[in-house]
């Protein structure tokens, strides 16, 4: 079984920047891709960005450009630098682990609220 920590979550200003992070640990094991989602009030959880084990990456229209996801494999980490943040990007965001027939993982999740 696989356990994630997230961290790096918290209030900044519009135009501000954020960095989360996601530590995996336990059972670790044909991860085939780790990821971060979000979810707004009242709102659907929605992906924010992915990066496969071939190092791919795919990201949402509305972070295209500010967001980057990167990943420490040897540490089991993966990123979520945020730049240009802006108010419409206050949610919870999720860590996520795809591992294929393994099944699936998700964090406890961690606030992100831009606000002036």
């Known amino acids: 079984q696989v356990r994630l920590v997230e961290s790096g979550g918290g209030s900044v200003q519009p135009g501000g920047s954020l960095r989360l992070s996601c530590a995996a640990s336990g059972i670790i094991r044909s991860i085939y891709a780790m990821g971060w989602y979000r979810q707004a009030p009242g709102k659907e959880r929605e992906l924010v960005a992915t990066i496969r084990i071939d190092k791919s990456t795919n990201y949402a229209d509305s972070v295209k450009g500010r967001f980057t996801i990167s990943r420490n494999k040897a540490q089991n980490t993966v990123y979520l630098q945020m730049n240009s943040l802006k108010p419409e990007d206050t949610a919870v965001y999720y860590c996520?682990?795809?591992?294929?027939?393994?099944?699936?993982?998700w964090g406890q999740g961690t606030q992100v609220t831009v606000s002036s």
């Open positions: 996520n682990v795809n591992q294929g027939q393994l099944g699936t993982t």
